[in-house]
């Protein structure tokens, strides 16, 4: 399993949670604007704010990915990979900060090679499905996407930190190669894709 490196955050630095989590509902949102966590106002639907709701859709999808019987260093994983991806909100909700790291790419990279280790080579398109956990797992990886390609769109604005895309773009791989993996540990094959 992974381990997320001890650092403090620019984002702690920037935003006072405890106080900001006191009152859940503020009303300064009701006109169609939010607040990232410089102060700066942006509208609801502004490429940064699409971003940074994909990336926490995406970490929900690993939530119920995760709350599925899986193999401990599988969950292990996931669950770094949650915090991981709390991060990368926090990156975009401070525009300028960088808190995703290359040693965390890496971190994916050395996960994906050991569980692809154990899988046999496709040779044929797969089909998302298997067992529920392996049909989720998919679900995440195709959001994983739509995370990926909202940066890409928010990047072609404003410049966001480059590893943070490679980290999204590893992690869309990883989520595929561990489906694979929960349907082989559970003894279901892969669904192969038939041409009609």
Not at 6 to 29: A, F, P, Q, S, V
Not at 78 to 85: A, D, T, V
Not at 108 to 117: H, K, P, R
Not at 139 to 147: F, G, Q, T, V
Request: contains cysteine; glycine residues 8%.
């Amino acid at each position: 399993a992974c381990q997320l490196p001890d650092t403090t955050t620019k984002l702690e630095d920037h935003i006072k949670m405890g106080n900001r989590l006191t009152k859940i509902y503020t009303r300064t949102g009701d006109q169609g604007t939010t607040g990232l966590g410089d102060g700066v106002r942006v509208d609801k639907d502004h490429a940064r704010i699409e971003a940074i709701g994909t990336v926490d859709e995406l970490n929900c999808a690993l939530g119920q990915l995760v709350a599925h019987d899986l193999p401990d260093t599988i969950a292990g994983d996931l669950i770094l990979i949650q915090h991981s991806l709390f991060d990368i909100g926090g990156e975009l909700s401070l525009p300028g900060t960088n808190l995703i790291a290359d040693e965390r790419v890496a971190r994916l990279e050395t996960i994906l090679d050991t569980l692809n280790a154990e899988l046999s080579p496709l040779r044929e398109f797969i089909l998302p499905g298997g067992t529920p956990a392996a049909a989720a797992c998919h679900a995440a990886r195709a959001l994983c996407r739509r995370a990926e390609r909202r940066l890409i769109t928010l990047n072609k604005s404003e410049s966001i930190n480059g590893v943070t895309l490679r980290y999204l773009n590893r992690l869309s791989d990883l989520l595929f190669v561990m489906a694979r993996c929960i349907n082989k540990r559970a003894g279901r094959k892969d669904v192969l894709w038939e041409r009609h």
